[in-house]
């Protein structure tokens, strides 16, 4: 199974804001726990391509890649420290071109039809529909209308109480921050298992959108 197969059939990735060495493997655990095994690690937090280079190469079963990544040096920067797709808030061709040169799947923002079209053409594997919440769920569908082959995966906004609606309106993922981890939380044994629990959430309401 590639990169953008895992990251369909899970159906969710954690935007993890603030990670590092010291944090993203309990985080990532507490994740993996339950069914989250898709992890976007940002990139503007000072020292994330170690904790992406921590996580890639100490977690089994877990996808780990980047997140706000706006320019193709960042983009091979953490392609080096083993991220395994790019995701971006913005479509830059070049960054999309970066993380193609190196077998890394690439998902750049965007969110009128003419920016998703665009970026489409220029080799994206998904697009991120960002920032999501602005047009809501009936947004997606109406997207699905005119370009059904696109594969959008919707961030910004995403929660418990409304992922199922992303999915049922045609989502082939969500990503979703601070209501599945906060990282400025302190990280005890009891918020690391509200985070499983979450995420537990989180794939039982995607299953049940999907039917599954």
Do not use: W
Request: with cysteine; glycine share 10%.
């Amino acid at each position: 199974m590639n990169h953008i197969d895992i990251i369909k059939e899970t159906g969710v990735a954690a935007v993890i804001r603030g990670a590092t060495t010291d944090n993203i493997i309990a985080i990532a655990e507490a994740l993996k726990a339950g069914g989250v095994k898709v992890l976007e690690i940002t990139v503007e937090t000072p020292g994330a391509c170690a904790a992406i280079e921590k996580a890639s190469s100490e977690l089994n079963d877990v996808l780990v890649g980047a997140g706000t990544v706006l320019d193709p040096e960042t983009a091979r920067t953490a392609i080096m420290a083993g991220a395994k797709f790019i995701f971006s808030p913005t479509t830059n061709p070049k960054t999309i071109e970066m993380a193609k040169r190196y077998g890394v799947a690439s998902i750049p923002g965007a969110l009128t039809p003419t920016e998703i079209l665009t970026a489409f053409e220029n080799g994206a594997d998904l697009i991120k529909v960002f920032p999501a919440n602005v047009f809501g769920p009936s947004y997606i569908k109406d997207i699905h209308g005119p370009l059904p082959q696109i594969p959008l995966i919707t961030t910004g906004g995403i929660s418990v109480d409304n992922v199922g609606e992303y999915i049922k309106a045609g989502a082939a993922g969500v990503g979703v921050g601070s209501s599945l981890v906060n990282t400025k939380k302190e990280l005890t044994p009891e918020y690391l298992n509200e985070i499983t629990a979450t995420a537990s959430t989180f794939i039982a309401a995607v299953k049940e959108a999907r039917g599954k």
